[in-house]
């Protein structure tokens, strides 16, 4: 059951988010305004195939986004997954806006997009800081985006696409400065490919977005740890080899993202690297579920996994694709981890803290939810008769919801608060 809908965001932010408009304009005149019935058909079909690549498609065929090479693939994405993912790089990024002071005063930021793609991550961000600074009155904005691939094509996409969204975006915003460098590198190789200039802690983000899913355990840059009698998995090996990344690149007061599809393999992948990070004391959690150093979904049953789903108002364009495909993006559904480096772990082990991961449910004088916590998943009841001011906030959790809580007793699998409970929401 864990399986099923474990959402790890609160949909604190919009809770429809919506595209700016001028990001089907871009798309528009990039594809030269050909947005006629034959171009959407062909496209559909494009996407229908990548689709299936993507959900069911053997790992080879993904590997090293050999894909990209194909110029109807790359049309494809740009039409269809690129918008879907631009919001989600948005989203996490209004959510580490409220985790971080110091990114508020910041009037350059630099970041690495790697496994860029047609340079999602890097727009993402763009789109991000143009409604900063418009929002916080700045006069000028500098954004330096590396943007590194193993596709030579796509990066050549990728330029052609940024600058056409920077423009955009400078019209309302004159003081954006986008400054792009492109890296032909394959992630492969771990830290080494990162450009020598980009090894000197030097980023104020990173990007891994939908790139792991294209890279097998054994793929992923391997760390050796020397002599170990009991020698590190495949998949920790290349977990602390991307850690090791991370800890290369990041300034002090960075922050490292990474999306991954909404898929069980993917999310298990992203919850086990999740663990690495809790794990080395140079790195803290911010989400999901920062207080916790096990993911409780690793250990219970391969079956478990945990992913996000927000709300967003699905464009007419991506709705016919949907409709031509017969496939849909209704909702958009994705993992996500979130790190920072140099600030120090808290709340570790508390056995007080959990995130809501269901809905809310009524019984019969009583109202239900499942939380998670240090000690794993369990289902937490509160009967109307023990309602009090002190928990009375129980009624009102959602999905998502990061929450302290004391004062339950243990009843047949089943955790129980009382009249002295008391429910806080957390930011
Ligand atoms: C699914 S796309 C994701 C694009 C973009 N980051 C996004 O989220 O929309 C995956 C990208 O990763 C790139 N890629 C796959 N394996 C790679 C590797 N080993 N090194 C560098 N890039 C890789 C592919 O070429 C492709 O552009």
Known sequence: MFSVRCSMLKAALPINLALPPFVEAVLGSYFDGKWDKSFQNRIARDVAELSFLFTRGKLESLRGGHYMARKRFRDAYICYYLPANLLKTVFLLEKAWDSTN??????????LDAGCGPGTAGIGTAI????????????????RIHSLDSSPEILKENFQLT??????LQKGFPGLVVDQHLH?????????????ALRQNSLDALFFSNVLAEMGAEELPLR???????????????????????????????????????????????????????????FQILSPCPNIL????????????????????????????????GISKESLKFTHLMVSLGTPKENHGDLHRFVVVSEPMKGKGKFMIFLCGVEGRFRFELLKRDLSE?????????????IFLSGFTLKNEIKRLDQDSVVRLEL
Request: with cysteine.
């Open 184 to 196: 032909h590198a394959n992630l492969s190789e771990g830290w080494k490919a990162l450009p020598p």
């Open 224 to 282: 050796k740890t020397g002599e170990n009698k009991n020698p590190a998995s495949h998949e920790e090996q290349g977990n602390r080899g991307l850690v090791h990344f991370v800890h290369k690149a990041l300034l002090p007061t960075g922050l490292a993202f990474f999306l991954e599809p909404a898929q069980r393999t993917y999310a298990r992948r992203l919850l086990s690297l999740r663990d690495t990070f809790a794990e080395d004391s140079n």
């Open 390 to 402: 002190s928990n009375r906030g129980f009624c009102r959790l959602r999905r998502g919801d990061k």
């Open 102 to 111: 110091s990114w508020h005063e910041k009037k350059e930021f630099s970041i």
């Open 294 to 325: 096990k993911c409780p979904a690793l250990n219970l049953s391969e079956k478990d996994w945990c992913h996000d789903r927000i709300q967003w108002e699905r464009p007419g364009f991506i709705a016919s694709i949907d409709r031509l495909a």
């Open 128 to 143: 991000f800081f143009q409604s900063k600074a418009l929002e916080q009155g700045w006069k000028q904005f500098k954004l």
């Open 163 to 168: 600058r056409n969204f920077s423009h955009a």
